[in-house]
């Protein structure tokens, strides 16, 4: 499956920004779905995963209630609202596919990604 990440940019604090990964080549309802992050100088951080039905969710403490991730099959399309965001979200936001629904948080626990988009939160 490929993947294609969009919707990043530069907001303030307290702003909300809505991120996108369109998705294509294989059935998307049949993987799991996870953004991760990394930062300047930092590894890769998981942040919220879906599970193929959508019915199960998982989030980083770090943005916990703040953010919200969701799918739509019917547009092959996996979303992350962001809302809230901090100066610590500036970071490059990936999206990845599991193809075994884990509902994973290590990046070793998808198998395909997509190209990152920038996020970048002013104080």
């Known amino acids: 499956v490929q993947l294609q990440a969009s919707g990043g940019g530069l907001v303030q604090a307290g702003d909300s920004l809505r991120l996108s990964c369109a998705a294509s080549?294989?059935?998307?309802?049949?993987?799991?779905l996870g953004w991760f992050r990394q930062g300047p100088g930092k590894e890769r951080e998981f942040v919220a995963t879906?599970?193929?039905?959508?019915?199960?969710?998982d989030y980083a403490d770090s943005v916990k209630g703040r953010f919200t991730i969701s799918r739509d099959d019917a547009k092959n399309t996996v979303y992350l609202e962001m809302n809230s965001a901090k100066p610590e979200d500036t970071a490059v936001y990936y999206c990845a596919a599991d193809r075994y629904n884990n509902l994973g948080t290590l990046p070793t626990q998808y198998n395909y990604w997509g190209q990152g988009t920038q996020v970048t939160v002013s104080s």
């Open positions: 879906i599970s193929w039905s959508g019915g199960r969710t």
């Open positions: 080549g294989r059935t998307f309802s049949n993987y799991a």
